[in-house]
């Protein structure tokens, strides 16, 4: 297995697009995470699914962003309209079941917004 | 609400001497605890979790509930443990809350 796989791995886009950030999670893990890294605020939680249900989005930071799974292998985080400080590194992570399991990252998505 | 804390933002120390990352967490039931590390280039991974009790490449934690406190251990360090280092708690009802992680640099 590839574990968790995310793309693109490197997004620049100007201030007013729409981002689009892709994650496939381990085949058999029903629960998926996605994180955002900054300097200023560490890593937090966004969203998390359970299958395919969003669970908790409570982090997610404004109406701006929006996070789907119409599958049990596929996830998207839309971020429209982008702005400077949503520059960040995004991650996704699945879990073989809930969030008491061990999570398995992907690489990241390092976003910058211009 | 459930927060972890990390005091030390960069720790250094020389090779062969203890290492102690420190995690404390607050949390009115039971927790639970995780100890995430990020190497250079690597992806963020699991190093051990308090359940498990076990020490993985030498690292130890032992969960403290009468100090809310989860701290990282190594009687010896070595340079391949130089990484980001980053304490996790999971209450079941929300996902990771993880601590603002502590770089660990360990120096020939």
């Known amino acids: 297995d590839a574990g968790v796989i995310q793309s693109p791995r490197h997004e620049v886009t100007e201030m007013g697009q729409e981002v689009t950030l892709r994650c496939k999670p381990i085949s058999g893990h029903n629960s998926l995470f996605w994180y955002r890294q900054t300097m200023m605020r560490g890593l937090e939680l966004l969203i998390y699914f359970n299958n395919n249900v969003p669970i908790d989005d409570s982090g997610m930071p404004e109406d701006r962003f929006s996070a789907k799974m119409p599958n049990a292998s596929f996830s998207t985080l839309k971020i429209q309209p982008s702005e400077p400080r949503d520059s960040a590194v995004y991650f996704c992570?699945?879990?073989?079941?809930?969030?008491?399991?061990?999570?398995?990252f992907g690489p990241g998505t390092r976003l910058l917004v211009l | 609400a459930q927060r972890v804390t990390q005091p030390e933002k960069l720790l250094s120390v020389f090779k062969g001497a203890p290492v102690e990352l420190k995690c404390n967490y607050s949390y009115s039931g039971s927790p639970e605890l995780f100890w995430y590390v990020q190497y250079s280039r690597q992806r963020l991974q699991l190093l051990l979790r308090?359940?498990s009790r076990e020490s993985i490449k030498g690292f130890t934690a032992d969960l403290n509930k009468g100090e809310t406190s989860f701290h990282l251990k190594k009687p010896f360090a070595q340079e391949e443990d130089s990484a980001m280092y980053y304490c996790?708690?999971?209450?079941?009802?929300?996902?990771?809350?993880f601590g603002s992680g502590t770089r660990l640099q360990v120096q020939p």
């Open positions: 308090h359940i």
């Open positions: 992570a699945s879990s073989l079941r809930g969030t008491g399991e061990t999570q398995y």
């Open positions: 996790a708690l999971s209450t079941g009802r929300r996902a990771l809350t």
